[in-house]
């Protein structure tokens, strides 16, 4: 991977950034696409759209959503122990002994989420999972007044994991849903500007994804897409205890995938199929998801109908704080849309013909 590139895909997954707290990864994120973006801007709530070639037909919309899952401080009991509430769709199971940061308004307190010792468990029950609200957060404080002066309710939290790349090509972090998305756009925008496109490319990278697809439906109605791709982190299945007859069978490694039916429009996905073809990207095929969505839901029934698709990045170990991706999995989608977007003719539709 180019220097640059993967300089920038550590920056991203090495920031802090939960939904309805974006501002810093956007600045990140905007700074890098103003080196070769025509247009860079944001809107009220902090979605930020980086175009190439804004006066041209089609509109194609490139989505990756920016924030990612958190905490957010609900209580500080007498003792000083702090109690929080998810920010998106956390995991109560794999809470206890992480190490945290609190971002309050003077600074981050450190701090970690208690895990009781096995030695002072009851003995002879099952273990069972906590509820969030049974979790704390331990900052050392002595006291109640001691951690209220500190810490404050509605102070966000994140985990504390940073970037680190196995074996040349596999990198772990928290996060990976969906800063590679994210990355993807960016790097697909700069790859497409090189090559001309009679098309105009808008990379979006947008908030609150983990909260309702919140950002995208601003997006469906701010930008006026023509065509959107929502670049997506999508299950890779090829670990133990998954069973693929359920879930499919997605490899780490194998290719950006392509998802089949519901949002995503079929005339689309055979277009880039054929593209994925043409300049030797290989794919992976899913059924759509029963389980979730991405932000193509936004797009797909905005406007009378946005002709969508989800182009996915395996990742291993999702809304966790260790999910691994493969960074050649990310070039390949970053490639394949830049070809796509090249390969589009001026004004061209895609419409599902009866």
Not at 37 to 53: I, R
Not at 119 to 140: A, N
Not at 163 to 188: H, L, S
Not at 266 to 287: F, S
Request: glycine share 8%; aromatic share 6%.
């Amino acid at each position: 991977m180019r220097k640059a590139s993967l300089a920038f895909l550590e920056s991203l997954l090495n920031t802090a950034s939960p939904s309805g707290f974006e501002p810093k990864i956007q600045r990140l994120w905007c700074d890098y696409v103003r080196k070769f973006a025509d247009e860079v801007h944001t809107d009220t709530y902090g979605n930020a759209v980086a175009v190439v070639n804004p006066t041209g037909s089609p509109r194609v919309l490139l989505d990756g959503h920016c924030d990612e899952l958190g905490l957010m401080v609900k209580h500080v009991d007498d003792k000083g122990f702090i109690y929080f509430q998810r920010i998106g769709g956390v995991d109560a199971a794999q809470l206890r002994g992480k190490r945290v940061e609190i971002h309050t308004a003077t600074g981050v307190v450190r701090g970690v989420i208690g895990a009781t010792a096995v030695h002072l468990q009851e003995r002879g029950k099952e273990p069972k999972s906590p509820k969030v609200h049974e979790c704390w957060i331990d900052i050392g404080a002595t006291d109640g007044d001691d951690a209220k002066k500190r810490v404050a309710v509605g102070d966000w939290v994140s985990f504390v994991e940073t970037f680190e790349i196995f074996n040349d090509k596999i990198a772990v972090a928290r996060a990976c849903d969906d800063r590679v998305g994210i990355w993807a756009a960016a790097e697909a925008l700069r790859l497409a500007k090189a090559k001309k496109p009679r098309c105009a490319i808008l990379a979006c990278s947008c908030i609150q994804e983990e909260t309702g697809l919140q950002g995208a439906k601003m997006s469906a109605h701010s930008q006026e897409p023509d065509v959107a791709l929502a670049l997506e982190v999508t299950h890779a299945t090829d670990t133990p205890g998954i069973d693929p007859k359920q879930h499919g069978e997605i490899k780490l490694a194998g290719g950006p995938t392509i998802s089949i039916g519901r949002e995503n429009h079929p005339v689309l996905i055979e277009r880039l199929r054929k593209v994925a073809k043409k300049v030797r990207v290989p794919l992976q095929l899913e059924a759509f998801s029963t389980s979730g969505g991405t932000d193509a839901l936004a797009y797909w029934t905005s406007r009378g109908g946005v002709p969508s698709a989800v182009i996915g990045i395996p990742d291993r170990y999702m809304h966790s704080t260790v999910e691994m991706v493969d960074l050649g999995d990310l070039e390949n989608v970053a490639k394949l849309v830049a070809a796509f977007c090249a390969d589009l003719k001026k004004g061209e539709t895609f419409r599902v013909k009866v």
